[in-house]
């Protein structure tokens, strides 16, 4: 960063008169040391600990006229919208616990998929009217993604904010989604996970965190990767990144009574009986599952994808069939055949045999 630049950074946050104590906090948050910075500004020292910056910010805009920032929108909320069908349970209420309080308090949420990690977050912010901002995390994504970068706009050099520095400045909920996949890229966020924000090099500006920012974090694994290669591409995750979440929250799956009434209301009760046999099937092959018996479960999210697909096809064979084509031969053979011994209004060899007509 130029001398120049720094001067009109540290002008905007300071004013003329900068202590060493203001230098030293800036260096730190920038990532150089104070020795370094005080060598910078070296001609501008007025006193034992005081510099004077006698060159004024708007001396300096010339630095930004080829830069355009492209401001928020006033208008665009992002409240997500209540979902009538959505049902609490496990550690939801805790969740919104924290999101009420308006704190900053990193949360960092495991889970085996499709049992409405994601979900439930979204459903806690919506019922307590807070923005959340949604990142989908890939071993791909790097600072450039999160936090801003330049585009070309109409020929021009163009500053666009990245999703934190949205969230940050909008006091929003920042959700990492399948944080696990993250490469070691993800450790431009130490010190936003600090609660300190973001110092954006490219641009000069800090941006500190509004009231009601912080962070959820959601993954399928501990950040520890997938010793059983369940979850292809979770990595291990830096253990300095994983302490900046003071608590995290184990999701499973809910229990017979909650899941049924997810279903049902995926259902529209069009068809109770047939929700209470699909909870039931569920249920019987997670539990061969943590036995060891299969590879594979049905999960929550699931069985809302069977209920929705009745309700458009009419038929529980046919819903249940298209659902779990996702699986490998043997293991969809094995599901739809005990799904015939729990519903006896569903023939196994039909259900197999049947040429699906989509």
Not at 171 to 195: P, R
Not at 202 to 211: D, F
Not at 248 to 275: C, G, W
Not at 279 to 303: H, M, N, P, Y
Request: proline share 3%; glycine share 8%; hydrophobic share 35%.
């Amino acid at each position: 960063m130029s001398k120049n630049l720094e001067l009109c950074t540290l002008q905007q946050r300071f004013g003329n008169t900068v202590t060493s104590s203001q230098l030293k906090e800036y260096a730190s948050e920038i990532g150089i040391s104070y020795q370094t910075i005080t060598k910078k500004l070296l001609n501008y020292k007025s006193g034992r600990g005081i510099w004077t910056l006698d060159q004024q910010v708007e001396q300096l805009e010339h630095i930004y006229s080829d830069i355009e920032i492209i401001p928020d929108q006033e208008d665009v909320t992002f409240v997500p919208q209540k979902d009538p069908g959505f049902v609490p349970f496990g550690n939801f209420s805790d969740l919104k616990k924290v999101l009420s309080s308006k704190q900053f308090y990193p949360i960092f949420i495991t889970g085996l998929s499709g049992n409405g990690k994601t979900f439930g977050v979204e459903q806690a912010c919506a019922q307590l009217k807070q923005e959340m901002i949604r990142v989908n995390i890939t071993i791909e994504t790097d600072e450039d993604d999160l936090i801003g970068g330049f585009r070309l706009q109409d020929g021009n050099t163009v500053w666009h904010n990245g999703p934190v520095v949205d969230a940050l400045e909008r006091g929003a909920v920042l959700l990492l989604d399948e944080i696990d996949l993250a490469s070691n890229k993800i450790m431009c966020l130490q010190s936003v996970l600090e609660g300190r924000g973001v110092f954006l090099k490219k641009i000069g500006k800090y941006v500190r965190p509004s009231a009601g920012f912080t962070v959820v974090a959601t993954a399928n694994t501990k950040g520890k990767g997938s010793d059983d290669g369940r979850f292809i591409g979770t990595n291990v995750l830096n253990e300095a990144f994983l302490e900046r979440f003071p608590i995290t929250f184990e999701q499973e799956y809910p229990s017979e009574k909650i899941e049924l009434r997810i279903v049902s209301n995926a259902m529209e009760e069009q068809d109770l009986e047939f929700s209470e046999k699909l909870v039931r099937w569920a249920q019987v092959i997670r539990k061969t599952f943590f036995d060891g018996g299969v590879d594979e479960v049905i999960s929550t999210r699931r069985l809302v994808h069977i209920a929705k697909a009745y309700k458009i096809f009419g038929k529980r064979n046919k819903a249940i069939e298209i659902c779990v084509n996702r699986f490998d031969a043997d293991t969809k053979q094995s599901f739809l055949e005990l799904y015939s011994k729990i519903d006896e209004t569903v023939d196994d060899v039909e259900i197999v045999d049947k040429q699906t007509t989509v």
